[in-house]
């Protein structure tokens, strides 16, 4: 079946019930004290959750990105290294990873670390020294690097071949190659993906609150233990996320747009 027109010309109808959902509950924040009170309580948390999700978004970019080179590197070790990698990231839940490196993994880097200061004199570490907020972004860096590594592998095989091999003959070398050719023409066709990771992020980025971060859902489940008004706080909560997550994505579609006007003749 033939949509009679392109989906990009719908009018956004769905914007629309949002932002008529969304003004309800800011008009429920005006004149409700509950309302008002949940919101008070947990916009405390968005800057944590904001930049638990830049920091470990940015991380996981330079990770993946690294991974996606040595998945395509002529060396096998490498590859079998980096595809290791990616396929035990991906294959376990995020909030498993999450339990796993704060009481696991920062427990033993501790304990290494301790055998090298200890001999040298140095006060020894101690477990609790290493902040659950480093921990939590340390596991979301590891869990999404994973992902990305696969989304930066697809952009860089789709650059066409013809291109490499004549900025070979160039003398470009290889540093110089992915650089200048390979690198700008992979990112203009992976950065819809790479948005929508982002997103994903910050949604995810919630999951600390497993380990007692004060992000928002943290003070959304906070605040709601202590006034037992489960159904506003986390009105307010997902408010807040929708929020967040909607203007993100009408920012990358609008940037989308503009790049795609750009390739088009």
């Known amino acids: 079946m033939t949509p009679s027109s392109k989906p990009d010309d719908d009018f956004p109808w769905w914007l629309v019930i949002l932002a008529l959902t969304g003004a309800f509950l ?28 830049v920091v470990a978004y940015l991380g996981a970019c330079v990770m ?3 991974l996606a080179v040595m998945s395509l590197s002529r060396h096998m070790i ?14 376990i839940p ?7 490196v ?19 004199g ?4 101690r477990t609790r020294d290493v902040p659950l ?28 071949k013809g291109q490499i091999e004549a900025a070979q003959a160039l003398g470009l070398n290889g540093w110089q190659r992915f650089r200048h050719i390979s690198f700008p023409q992979a990112f203009r066709m992976i950065l819809p993906p790479l948005g929508n990771d982002f997103v994903a992020m910050v949604k995810d980025s919630s999951l600390v609150a497993v380990l007692g971060v004060t992000d928002v859902a943290q003070l959304a489940k906070v605040t709601a233990a202590g006034n037992f008004r489960y159904f506003e706080t986390y009105n307010i909560a997902a408010l807040i996320y929708l ?23």
């Open 133 to 160: 907020l480093y921990r939590a972004v340390i596991a979301l860096m590891l869990a999404y690097s994973a992902f990305l590594a696969e989304v930066f592998r697809a952009g860089l095989q789709a650059v066409d």
């Open 102 to 120: 704060a009481f696991v993994l920062a427990p033993g880097l501790v304990w290494l670390a301790n055998q090298v200061l200890e001999p040298l």
């Open 78 to 91: 490498l590859r079998q290294m980096a595809r290791l990698y990616i396929e035990v990231m991906r294959g």
């Open 122 to 125: 140095l006060s020894p570490l």
């Open 94 to 100: 995020i909030i498993v990873l999450l339990l796993y």
């Open 243 to 265: 929020t967040m997550t909607i203007t993100l994505s009408l920012i990358l579609r609008r940037i989308e747009h503009r790049l795609r006007a750009r390739t088009q003749p």
């Open 26 to 53: 800011f008009w429920q924040v005006a004149t409700s004290e509950v309302y008002s009170a949940a919101l008070a309580a947990l916009s405390k948390g968005i800057w944590i959750t904001i930049g638990v999700a």
């Open 64 to 66: 993946g990105l690294g």
